[in-house]
């Protein structure tokens, strides 16, 4: 595999771009591995590059039901950022922030990270109150955070609704300089394509179907590519964890599967630098502009339980109704497109990273709708997991048995209900 | 737009409701023990296809629906009301 550099990129330019290399290989399946991961998204595929790279593991193989990246790692907003406050979280999104910072020159592919800093805007003293005490936890656990009051704001960002009829004037805003935005796709296929180079079997149109159990260990999985047999297996496939779950015969788990949207406008000149987040009285509503020049807006689920990955309509005007009460100027704007993907949602909104009841089985699940920006992270821990058979600190609570000891970590404290987590 | 059909009002849009949850989870007795409080309140089936959950269709009568619904397809096959006693007394009268 070329790597990249100014060179290759100048010496291709010479021969009119037609000698790049393929970036990963197409694999075929074998019938055993060491190590299988189903689940070719963010998640998967950089577990899949951090068993090789930082455990030096090998026979490892990435099983996909479709392609790469055809998941919610290609649905989704994202917006990348750490201001989590529970302890884990704190620790764990801090970590995944601090590997996308340097996740270009690791990946040698440029994933587009773009530090435009994460703009929360409040609306009440008590939620500036609020924010100041999370952004307090944030500077004294080693991340940034800044409060603007409404002078700063006004300068950086000066065409918001600043009028003071409006339904819910802007007072200040919560801010992470250092969150902001990448290029989805290019998350995937940097992982791919890293994985792959440290000999990992990346096998696309691969379903698994059923699991295959002999007691209390996985012996190999029944996919639409023929059986594989599997030393360690790896569930890592978001809304359809409970899918897998089933199929190794486990039962119930504390997540339940709901859709959420994204939706981008037409391509305009730019207009917005930040990520900028709204949510007040219970909405929840966030944008930031891509480098194609789309407004990419997403809001809430769809609050009802869902496995279809299209979204409704009453969402559509709610996210319109958004855009246009924080930035008017958007009146006239057409959104191009709209989708939608199924997301894990838990019971308390935080992850899993664990062991199961069965010894050879591990499960990355419950990402909500923040999986984006925990993918390196996520891939790090989980990896750290398979290979050594025991949870990192970080990770420790993040397992499926928190709720019996009391453990709650839910950011939001919403409760046990799974849509009114995000 | 799922459409519902209220036993009260009638067929209506689903956003004139709100969606509750699982309407299969029935919680045990105020003494039952601690597992049992466990896995009513936080472990979930989450079905792909045919799922019994709650509604309460509150821009309407304000009654709290059981609905079955295809979690995949979005096609509700029945609706009643989530009270036993009025479900009786409707399912009677029709
Ligand atoms: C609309 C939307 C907006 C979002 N916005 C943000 C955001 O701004 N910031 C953020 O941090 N997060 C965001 N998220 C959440 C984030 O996208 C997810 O949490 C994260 O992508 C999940 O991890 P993943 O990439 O590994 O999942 P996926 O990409 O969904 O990967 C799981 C893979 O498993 C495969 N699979 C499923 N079943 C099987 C099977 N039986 N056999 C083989 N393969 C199987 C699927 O095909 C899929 O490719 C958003 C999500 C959505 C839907
Ligand atoms: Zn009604």
Redesign the pocket.
């Known amino acids: 595999m070329t790597r990249f550099s100014a060179w290759s990129v100048f010496r291709n330019g010479l021969t009119g771009q037609k000698d790049w290399d393929r970036q990963w290989r197409d694999a075929q399946p074998e019938k055993q591995y060491d190590i299988v991961i ?7 595929l950089a577990t899949a590059y951090y068993l090789a790279k930082n455990h030096g593991l090998k026979n490892i193989a990435v ?4 392609w790469i ?12 950022r750490s201001n989590y406050f529970r302890p884990g979280n704190r620790e764990f999104y801090e970590h995944s922030l601090k590997l996308w910072e340097n996740l270009s020159h690791d990946l040698n592919y440029n994933v587009m990270f773009s530090q435009r800093g994460h703009v929360s805007l409040l609306h009440s003293p008590g939620a500036v109150d609020a924010a100041a005490r999370g952004y307090n936890t944030l500077r004294l656990t080693g991340s940034d955070a800044e409060i603007w009051q409404l002078d700063q704001l006004k300068q950086e960002i000066p065409h918001l609704n600043y009028s003071a009829n409006a339904r819910f004037p802007i007072l200040a805003a919560a801010v992470q300089r250092r969150a902001g935005t990448a290029r989805h796709d290019a998350v995937v296929w940097g992982y791919a394509r890293a994985a792959d180079s440290h000999g990992v079997d990346i096998i696309q149109n ?3 179907s059923a699991v295959l159990l002999d007691q209390g260990q996985i012996t190999a999985l029944e996919t639409s590519r023929g059986r594989i047999k599997a030393g360690k297996v790896g569930f ?5 964890t409970s ?2 779950w089933d199929m190794a015969g486990l039962g119930t788990l504390p997540i339940e599967s709901h859709k ?3 939706f981008v406008t037409e391509p305009l000149k730019p207009i917005l630098d930040h990520v900028v987040v709204f949510g007040v009285g219970g909405t929840h509503f966030y944008m930031s502009q891509s480098d194609k020049g789309g407004l990419v807006f ?1 809001g809430d689920l769809d609050w009802y339980k869902s496995y279809a990955q299209r979204g409704n309509l009453p969402i559509a005007q709610d996210v319109a109704e958004c855009a246009i009460s924080i930035l008017p100027c958007l009146g006239r704007v057409r959104l191009l497109r709209h989708w ?2 199924v ?1 894990d949602m838990s019971m308390d909104g935080a992850h899993f990273i664990c062991k199961t009841p069965l010894d050879n089985l591990y499960l990355n699940a419950g ?1 909500n ?7 390196p992270g996520a891939g790090w821990y989980f990896a750290d997991l398979i290979a050594n058979d025991r949870p990192h600190d970080v990770v420790a609570d993040h397992d499926l048995k928190r709720f019996e000891r009391g453990v709650n970590l839910d950011e939001r404290g919403a409760g046990p209900d799974p849509k009114l987590h995000g | 737009m799922i459409r519902i059909p209220c036993p009260y009002c009638g067929e209506r849009d689903h956003s004139e409701f709100t969606y509750g949850g699982d309407g299969s989870i029935t919680y045990p007795a105020l003494d039952a023990p601690m597992a049992d409080w466990l896995e009513a309140v936080f472990e979930r089936e989450n079905v792909r296809g045919l799922q019994l959950e709650t509604w309460h269709h509150v821009m309407g009568c304000r009654m709290w629906l059981l609905v079955e619904r295809d979690t995949m397809t979005h096609e509700i096959h029945s609706v009643r009301a989530a009270h036993t006693g009025l479900a009786a007394v409707l399912e009677e009268k029709s």
């Open positions: 189903v689940g070719g998204g963010i998640h998967g099983l996909e039901k479709g990246g055809g998941g919610n790692a290609g649905r989704n907003t994202t917006i990348v691969c379903e698994v890592s496939v978001a809304g359809n899918r897998l959420l949207q994204a997403g939608s993907g997301c990402w709708y923040g999986g984006f920006k925990a993918g």
